[in-house]
């Protein structure tokens, strides 16, 4: 393959790892981002997420580190948590906490602005990727008849005379986030509409930092719902700059309050006490900030029959899924990383869009049978609800049950939850027989029913 130019749209998660992986194939990769980035790590308003908190998921922690090599020591350095995350995670639901267990997998736990720092320094570092920014991708530049992507057409916000111009490429991918616009680009140029799932789940978000203290363990603090009956979960990691970050949030309207007390107060009426302990005896250190989430939201361009040569959309562009789960830097790592598979073997950059649609699918399949799968746990969950959900979920309470005591039936749910394996090996025979007899143990109390108290480290 011989191709000269690409362009990025859009530079966060998505952008910033396929930049990365066109760095490889394409002389000259340019990245165009819409906001002006700070010289460290910040939120930013093209990324109103960034406010809250991120978990990174153990299948793109492994990514990051393949595409960025030692990064997880660089963000440790600049004081991100690491620990195995059988052990740091003080996780409560269900009635119980899971167990404790040497899970030999790291986890790592910082800001989502020091990872997207992060990532952003090594990108910039590579020679032929150069990242602009405070300019709008408006439009796609086209050949006559529509059927190949020539580049884009930009408006410059970096002086008063908001410039437009056009910048040519042999290869455009959109990484513009949920709100591309590319549905709406393709349609102006005569393509079909992809056809859309919508599941509607009304989450509503909280976040608020805090001072960590010396004498306080950076545990991983998780209080999750039960569902149908409960609708409120709390998360607290520790982060860099010896700051904790709380974000705590409910599904289908039980939102966490934004004043101080109310804040607290649903800290406090949440299942288990842990978060509201820590938070009443600590300093806080910023705004309470909200995020609404109204729907998990996939694009199936898989199923289209015509597309432009020279296009791709990747990221949450293609799907995004319900925060509370952690899986969209994973899954747009996930992407990126196909997208590599491909190019390796290519011989030309036509028809590629093909098979990389089909590949993204099958990578986004995972995580949004996961999540829509557990949104669907509560009724009220509006959409189309896929085939054999509800005998899904009805085991997967099983399992976290069993993963109250079992750390082997834990391990599998770890496994499956951070993408490193699927949720068919949830139904392996020694997990299925550890599961289904921790459930008979308890219907008849023959097991002690659950960990009520969290075991220390
Ligand atoms: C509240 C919340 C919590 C989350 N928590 C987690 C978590 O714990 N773990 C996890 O893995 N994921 C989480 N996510 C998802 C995660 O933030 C995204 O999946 C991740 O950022 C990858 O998205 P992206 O790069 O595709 O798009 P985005 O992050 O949305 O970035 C799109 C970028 O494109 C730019 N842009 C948009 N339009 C244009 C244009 N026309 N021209 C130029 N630039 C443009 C934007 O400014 C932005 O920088 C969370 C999301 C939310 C909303």
């Given amino acids: 393959m011989n191709s000269k130019n690409a362009i990025v749209i859009g530079g966060s998660m998505a952008g910033l790892i396929t930049a990365r992986v066109l760095s490889a194939y394409f002389e000259h990769v340019t990245v165009i981002e819409r906001d002006q980035f700070s010289n460290g790590p910040a939120p930013r308003k093209g990324t109103p997420q960034s406010y809250h908190l991120h978990g990174l998921l153990a299948k793109g922690g492994e990514l990051l580190d393949h595409y960025f090599p030692g990064i997880g020591d660089e963000l440790v350095a600049k004081g991100a948590v690491r620990g195995d995350m059988g052990r740091m995670m003080h996780w409560y639901l269900d009635g119980g906490y899971r167990t404790k267990f040497d899970w030999q997998r790291l986890g790592i736990s ?11 320094s090594r990108v910039a570092a590579i020679k032929n990727i150069h990242i602009l920014t405070n300019i709008d991708v408006n439009e796609l530049i086209t050949s006559l008849d529509h059927s190949r992507v020539l580049g884009v057409r930009i408006e410059d916000r970096n002086n008063d005379l908001r410039q437009v111009k056009d910048l040519h490429a042999d290869f455009v991918v959109d990484c513009s986030g949920r709100g591309s616009a590319s549905p709406k680009w ?11 799932n919508k599941i509607e789940i009304n989450v509503g978000y909280a976040t608020r930092m805090y001072q960590r203290r010396p004498d306080q363990t950076p545990f991983l603090y998780m209080i999750t719902p039960a569902a149908p009956n409960d609708k409120r979960l709390g998360v607290l990691f520790p982060i860099e700059g010896d700051r904790w970050i709380v974000s705590m949030g409910g599904y289908l309207g039980n939102h966490c309050p934004t004043d101080p007390q109310g804040f607290l107060e649903y800290a406090r009426g949440l299942p288990a006490p842990d978060i509201y302990n ?3 005896d600590s300093e806080p250190l910023s705004d309470i900030r909200p995020h609404k989430y109204m729907a998990n939201l996939r694009h199936h361009y898989e199923k289209l029959t015509y597309f432009p040569e020279g296009y791709l959309v990747l990221g949450d562009a293609i799907c995004s899924f319900n925060p509370v789960y952690g899986q969209g830097m994973t899954s747009a790592a996930l992407q990126a990383d196909a997208l590599n598979g491909l190019l390796k ?3 030309s950059l036509d028809g590629i869009w093909r098979p990389f649609f089909k590949q993204a699918a099958k990578v986004v399949d995972i995580p949004w049978q996961l999540a829509v799968g557990t949104d669907f746990a509560y009724p009220e969950t509006k959409g189309v609800k896929p085939a054999g959900t509800d005998f899904i979920n009805n085991y997967v309470a099983k399992v976290h049950r069993a993963s109250h005591n079992d750390p082997v039936v834990y ?8 993408l490193l394996a699927p949720p068919a090996s949830l139904f392996k025979p020694n997990i299925l027989f550890r599961v289904l007899r921790d459930d008979w143990q308890r219907k008849r109390q023959i097991v002690p029913q659950t960990q009520l108290q969290p075991a220390s480290a």
């Fill in 345 to 347: 073997s290519a011989k």
């Fill in 411 to 418: 391990a599998a749910f770890l496994s499956c939850m951070n």
């Fill in 186 to 196: 393709l349609a102006q140029l005569g393509y079909a509409q992809a056809p859309e």
């Fill in 278 to 280: 820590l938070l009443k």
């Fill in 110 to 120: 910082m800001s989502r602005p020091l990872l997207e720092y992060v990532v952003r």
